[in-house]
């Protein structure tokens, strides 16, 4: 049983490679198209990482402290 789970799960990989790297009529596979985009995505979460921290500075700076004199 463990064998044939193996087995499932290798076809199942090897699946999912030939998809991810098979060539369309354009000559791009889907790994070109993410490697492409991948820069812009991470610009975007560099933008959306700040902009959250930005929000929690300011939070923190209106945060009453009474420890604070």
Excluded: C, H
């Excluded at 060539?23 to 790994?31: E, N, T």
């Excluded at 812009?40 to 009474?66: C, R």
């Amino acid at each position: 049983m463990g064998l044939l789970k193996y087995v499932v799960l290798g076809a199942a990989a090897y699946a999912g490679y030939n998809y991810a790297t098979k060539k369309r009529v354009d000559g791009r596979s889907l790994v070109d198209d993410i490697k492409d985009q991948a820069p812009e995505w991470v610009n975007k979460a560099k933008q959306y990482g700040n902009q959250v921290k930005d929000q929690f500075t300011s939070q923190k700076e209106n945060v009453y402290d009474p420890y604070q004199s």
